[in-house]
């Protein structure tokens, strides 16, 4: 599978990667909220030896090992989320969020 940006997203992500001199988008996950999991976007300085590289259009997405299982086959979309721009992620290994939508939940969590 893979991690893809959809158009508008690969758009953001490629001006933030120019101006910003970075080497692509890095993705993963945290421990965090009331479901147990959130997405982490950020821009990749580096490239780390446990990354899995996925390249759209000249775009580089990097992600950790410990994050790819969690999150292979989201699509990134970027958006208005009330009132302000955020990325939005359609997590497939996703199978609950918590009520305000900041973490989420696998089957690998409910075991």
Do not use: Y
């Amino acid at each position: 599978m893979a991690i893809t940006l959809t158009p508008v997203a690969f758009q953001r992500v490629q001006r933030f990667v120019a101006e910003s001199g970075a080497l692509g988008l890095r993705f993963g996950v945290s421990r965090t909220g009331c479901s147990g999991w959130g997405h982490v976007a950020d821009l990749a300085r580096d490239q780390r030896s446990d990354d899995t590289v996925f390249e759209q259009q000249g775009v580089k997405i990097f992600v950790d090992a410990d994050s790819l299982a969690l999150v292979d086959g989201t699509e990134i979309d970027f958006g208005k989320q009330g009132l302000s721009e955020a990325f939005l992620f359609r997590n497939p290994n996703a199978t609950a969020e918590c009520g305000c939508g900041e973490s989420f939940t696998t089957e690998a969590d409910r075991a």
